[in-house]
């Protein structure tokens, strides 16, 4: 059973930076994908991004585009997640998750994933 630790949350200002990230333990041999979702109070889970563990290729929404820079350290068995110009609508809980299947493209929707994190609270005031 892999197993996702996620971290670095917190309070920042409209603008700022912040940096998640999410250590997996367990069978990562089986991750094919990792990704970041998001839920906001009273919304869907959304998803920010992801990268293939193996070549670390990326995709991102347009919502987030340019702004964040999804990461890997396969030594260290880590993903990051770095956030640019935040804005108060990025306020929400960071959820990190891996898939398994080698798709030929990467899965948008929180069903495709197989383990999650328990998730971090990031709030951006404005």
């Known amino acids: 059973q892999v197993q996702l630790v996620e971290s670095g949350g917190g309070l920042v200002q409209a603008g700022g930076s912040l940096t998640l990230s999410c250590a997996a333990s367990?069978?990562?041999?089986?991750?094919?994908?990792m990704g970041w979702f998001r839920q906001a109070p009273g919304k869907e889970r959304e998803f920010v991004a992801a990268?293939?563990?193996?070549?670390?290729?990326?995709y991102y929404p347009d919502s987030v585009k340019g702004r964040f820079t999804i990461s890997r350290d396969n030594a260290k068995n880590t993903v990051y997640l770095q956030m640019n110009l935040l804005k108060p609508e990025d306020t929400a809980v960071y959820y990190c998750?891996?898939?398994?299947?080698?798709?030929?493209?990467?899965?948008?929707?929180?069903?495709?994933?197989?383990?999650w994190g328990q998730g971090t609270q990031v709030t951006v005031s404005s």
């Open positions: 998750s891996a898939d398994r299947l080698r798709r030929g493209y990467f899965e948008v929707v929180t069903g495709a994933y197989d383990y």
């Open positions: 990268i293939k563990w193996s070549d670390g290729s990326t």
């Open positions: 367990g069978p990562t041999v089986n991750i094919y994908v």
